[in-house]
Every structure is written in structure tokens, then in C-alpha cells.
């Protein structure tokens, strides 16, 4: 292993995942998991772990006065820190890339998209699996809070939205009572009843309440 290299592959995967940040202008965008890279990191902290093994029973072979003992000291300082450089390397890639799922679960619903999904590593999916049913348990009526919090991020000033119809959508039942969604009529609805028709366009919103 030639010590010019050391850490190489470890800053390739820092500035790739940093880069991505600069150039993207959604924080839950998110590359491709970059397996080769990983594995290649991950080789490369095993090969130090040897190194570092076949030092340690040649540190114990040399005798005290030997001025070896202090090359090998100098090496086993040197492997052990790469060891570390990289790992934290990976952590950096691996926390940022944590951060942008649980993102993507707030901005996406459960749903992923194919073109955001195949970005993912399997054990990511089912990273955003498992976020995503503590995030319902927690929100949900039985054993949470009983609140969409996906519906707003900043904490409404009022439970109810006022709302215009941008097109007939037919009679819907709310919690309030039945309303005729027409075209071009108001409604003042409870936001989280009116958020999903919002979504779909069938209503816009006329206040900041």
C-alpha cells in the first residue's frame, strides 16, 4: 500500500456527496449511492488494520534500543490515523445522505419516485421504510399525537384554511358537514381535510392563516 495514496478515495467521496449539495437546489435531492467507492474505502481501512497487525508483532520482536522500534512507531501512528480519516470520511457521506431521505419522506410522502428509489442503496430503502412507519406511529391517532405534521412545518395560526375551487369536484363529506366543491366558490375547511385537495390543485389557498 503506497502511503501517497492514503485517503484519496475517502476525500473523492467527501467532495462527491459536497458537491452534490452546491450544485442541487432541493435539500432531499440525493446521487446515486456510490457502492464501488464505498467498498474501495472500506478495503483500503482493512488493509491498514492489517498493516497495522503485522507492525504491532514486528514492534514486539525489535528490541528497546533498536532505532527501528521508532519507524515502526511512526508507521503504526500513520496507518491508525488513515484508519480513522476514512471512517469519518464515510460517516460524513453516510449522515448526509441519512439527512436528505428523512427529508424526502417530509417533501414525498411514503411513495418514492423510480428516479429518486434507484439513488438508493437497499439498505437506505429500508432506511426510509422504517422512518416513515415511526413518523405515521408518531403523527397517528391510536398510539401518537393524532396530527399531520406533514401538512405544515411551521405551526399554522388557525386550524382552518380558506379555500377557492379552481373546478367542479362534486360533493365531498368533511368533518363539518357535507360541501359542493364548485368552481370559483369559497370554503373555509379544516387545513388538514383541505391540504390533500390542494395538493391535487382542486383547491387554492387565499390566506396565510
Do not use: P, T
Given at each position: 500500500m503506497s502511503s501517497t495514496s492514503f485517503g484519496k478515495k475517502a476525500t473523492e467521496l467527501v467532495k462527491e456527496i459536497a458537491s452534490s449539495v452546491e450544485s442541487s437546489a432541493s435539500p432531499s435531492s440525493i446521487p446515486p449511492y456510490n457502492d464501488e467507492l464505498v467498498r474501495s474505502i472500506l478495503e483500503e481501512v482493512k488493509a491498514h488494520y492489517?498493516?497495522?497487525?503485522?507492525?504491532?508483532?514486528?514492534?514486539?520482536?525489535?528490541?528497546?534500543?533498536?532505532?527501528?522500534?521508532e519507524g515502526i512507531k511512526a508507521a503504526l501512528e500513520t496507518h491508525h490515523h488513515s484508519i480513522l480519516r476514512n471512517k469519518k470520511a464515510l460517516m460524513i457521506y453516510l449522515n448526509e445522505r441519512v439527512k436528505r431521505i428523512q427529508s424526502l419522506r417530509w417533501t414525498l410522502g411514503v411513495g418514492l419516485p423510480d428516479s429518486i428509489s434507484e439513488n438508493l442503496?437497499?439498505?437506505?430503502?429500508d432506511y426510509f421504510t422504517g422512518y416513515s412507519k415511526i413518523l405515521n406511529k408518531y403523527m397517528g391517532k391510536k398510539e401518537g399525537i393524532n396530527m399531520n405534521?406533514?401538512?405544515?412545518r411551521d405551526p399554522p395560526k388557525e386550524h382552518k384554511v380558506q379555500v377557492r375551487c379552481t373546478k367542479d369536484h362534486g360533493v365531498i363529506y368533511f368533518k363539518?358537514?357535507?360541501?359542493?366543491?364548485?368552481k370559483d366558490s369559497v370554503h373555509l375547511l379544516r387545513r388538514e381535510e383541505a391540504q390533500p385537495l390542494i395538493s391535487e390543485g382542486v383547491l387554492e389557498k387565499l390566506d396565510d392563516t
Open positions: 492489517q498493516e497495522s497487525r503485522s507492525l504491532l508483532k514486528k514492534w514486539k520482536q525489535v528490541s528497546e534500543e533498536s532505532e527501528e522500534k442503496s437497499h439498505s437506505e430503502r405534521l406533514i401538512l405544515d363539518d358537514g357535507v360541501v359542493d366543491l364548485k
